[in-house]
């Protein structure tokens, strides 16, 4: 019924109403001109233009419409895979954080460790210089005695040998033998 229309309107719309001569006549390009496009419509209506056209415009619609869903889709997923990448940033940030923080614990251990080390081996080195320095006066002191000793009995000596006459010397070797004699019996 609507292509039926086209041509009513076109017919009512003609310059045929606004002609002054014969209107129906080949020798009016007018009406040439109108019985053309009447046929160009005509053929446009017998091939079906106007429906296939339409599938046109639907199918495009529809491509259209799916590309936008897709279009939707994707941008749904991106934004998905965004939170996701801005949550294991995140999460690699708090790990990273934690690693420095552990790092910086373990190096604090460890100086304080080194440090404590160091006072250990410095303790150890002045007990041990501590020692050798009592066993050099040690054996210091001893020479010292050892000498005064030998100087001790080289004086006696001299004394004892200037003191010392025959007489004397006989005397005091039989006190001795009498002793050993009363020791051993």
């Known amino acids: 019924m609507r292509y039926l229309m086209i041509p009513l309107f076109t017919l009512l719309a003609s310059p045929a109403f606004a002609a002054t001569g014969p209107f129906v006549s080949l020798r009016n390009t007018n009406f040439i001109v109108l019985l053309a496009f009447i046929l160009f ?24 419409r799916a590309d936008l869903d897709e279009a939707r889709a994707l941008r749904e997923e991106a934004q998905s895979l965004l939170a996701s990448y801005e949550r294991k940033q995140k999460e690699m940030q708090e790990q990273a954080e934690r690693i420095v923080a552990n790092a910086r614990t373990e190096a604090e251990r460890s100086a304080q460790a080194s440090k404590d080390e160091i ?16 066993s050099a006066r040690a054996a210091a002191v001893k020479d010292v005695k ?14 004892i040998a200037k003191q010392m006459d025959a007489n004397r010397a006989n005397a005091l070797i039989d006190d001795s033998i009498a002793t050993v004699k009363a020791k051993m019996h």
């Open 41 to 64: 419509i005509a053929i446009l209506l017998y091939m079906k233009v106007p429906s296939k056209v339409a599938e046109m415009l639907d199918k495009r619609a529809d491509g259209i």
């Open 146 to 159: 050892n000498r005064a000793v030998t100087v001790a009995v080289a004086a006696a000596k001299d004394v």
């Open 119 to 134: 006072a250990a081996t410095i303790a150890r080195r002045l007990a041990g210089a501590e020692e050798q320095l009592e």
